[in-house]
């Protein structure tokens, strides 16, 4: 009998415990989330690598305020809002630092190519976002590019190609960005893709015609451009020929 009354206590004992746990671990959530709504309120908010877009411009479009919980803002909705709203913003960064502070990190794009659309000629960046629309005159600044035609344009979408472009738009992306990592830009021309297993383009002022071959090994084939060109004489002009397996070959026009 004792020990059934003993065996009884322990276990009224271990309830009311698991009961005083629960009810102090709801406290203890419950005194976090009070703390968070009440203390941790934005009063600063950081922005870099802006240049052609204001601290305010970013600010008003990432849709955070100061009085903003820091701790429940929704960091990537902020920097889709901005990419959105910010046509020449590349990539966006939203982060805290307590107590009271977000940062914003951004980096923008420049204009890299004109395309022909369907309704005109488009900027382009290095990511094929489309920028704005273009003059057949101003387009004389940037890389003209050939053999591909987008459709429906609409400013600060992506550059939108009909199915059969596809593997042409894919590979204006890696030869734009290799160009980007290397800072060639400004010395292209032009990129013709009318071939797609063998795109080239006018380097140097049409110093060279660079052959790409197919869309592979895009950042070797960089590599190996930079060096051959390095090795030629300055007054070198002609035809590289990057199509070959891990090869260049260089023909004087």
């Not at 411009?57 to 709203?85: H, P, Q, T, W």
């Not at 805290?96 to 990190?105: E, G």
């Not at 004109?114 to 890389?143: F, H, K, P």
């Amino acid at each position: 009998m004792a020990t059934r009354q003993k065996k009884k206590k322990q276990k009224n004992s271990g309830v009311r415990g698991f009961v005083f746990s629960s009810v102090s671990f709801i406290v203890i959530c419950a005194a976090l989330v009070f703390g968070m709504s009440v203390f941790f309120r934005v009063s600063n908010i950081e922005v870099s690598g802006a240049g052609r877009y204001s601290k305010d411009e970013i600010v008003a479009a990432s849709g955070i305020k100061n009085g903003d919980n820091l701790m429940f803002i929704n960091r990537e909705a902020a920097a889709r809002r901005i990419y959105s709203k910010l046509i020449y913003i590349g990539n966006v960064k939203v982060s805290r630092k307590l107590p009271n502070t977000v940062v914003i990190s951004v980096s923008e794009s420049d204009i890299a190519a004109v395309v022909e659309t369907d309704s005109g000629l488009w900027l382009i960046d290095q990511n094929c976002r489309l920028l704005e629309e273009c003059s057949t005159q101003d387009a004389e600044s940037y890389i003209k590019v050939k053999g591909l035609a987008a459709v429906k344009p609409q400013k600060g979408d992506s550059l939108y190609v009909a199915d059969e472009d596809k593997p042409k738009l894919e590979f204006l992306k890696g030869i734009l960005g290799a160009m980007t990592v290397n800072s060639m830009i400004s010395d292209v021309s032009s990129v013709d893709l009318s071939n797609v297993v063998n795109a080239e383009f006018d380097y140097l002022n049409g110093k060279f015609k660079v052959k790409l071959g197919p869309n592979e090994n895009l950042e070797y084939k960089f590599e190996l451009l930079i060096n051959v060109i390095q090795k030629l004489d300055a007054d070198d002009t002609g035809t590289i020929d990057l199509s070959q397996n891990k090869k260049a070959q260089f023909s004087p026009f």
